[in-house]
Nanobody, 121 residues
Framework: QVQLVESGGGLVQAGGSLRLSCAAS????????MGWFRQAPGKEREFVAR????????YYADFVKDRFTISRDNAKNTVYLQMNSLKPEDTAVYYC??????????????WGQGTQVTVAS
């Protein structure tokens, strides 16, 4: 069992930045691929980014490339999502997840409760 708790969301102006954190407890954090997903009102949950167990492999959705950076600190059992140049269309609830290497949410067995990100125009 893995428990995930996101933090760092909030309200920001377009063009601004936020850093999301996801703290994990429970089973060995480093044994999981970690992902970030988001869900906007009225839309399905979508993949944002994922990072390999050791942190060397990082993969992004096209709409966040060159703006968002995923990272992890296995010593702190934490994964991060640095979000720069935010746009109003980035407004969503952001979720971290622990699981296997995939952009499909069904590959992730454990989910946090989500943190709201709102980007004002």
């Amino acid at each position: 069992q893995v428990q995930l708790v996101e933090s760092g969301g909030g309200l920001v102006q377009a063009g601004g930045s936020l850093r999301l954190s996801c703290a994990a407890s429970g089973r060995t954090f480093s044994s999981y691929v970690m992902g970030w997903f988001r869900q906007a009102p009225g839309k399905e949950r979508e993949f944002v980014a994922r990072i390999s167990r050791g942190g060397g492999g990082k993969y992004y959705a096209d709409f966040v490339k060159d703006r968002f950076t995923i990272s992890r600190d296995n010593a702190k059992n934490t994964v991060y999502l640095q979000m720069n140049s935010l746009k109003p269309e980035d407004t969503a609830v952001y979720y971290c997840a622990a699981g296997d290497s995939s952009e499909d949410s069904s590959a992730y067995a454990y989910w946090g409760q989500g943190t709201q990100v709102t980007v004002a125009s």
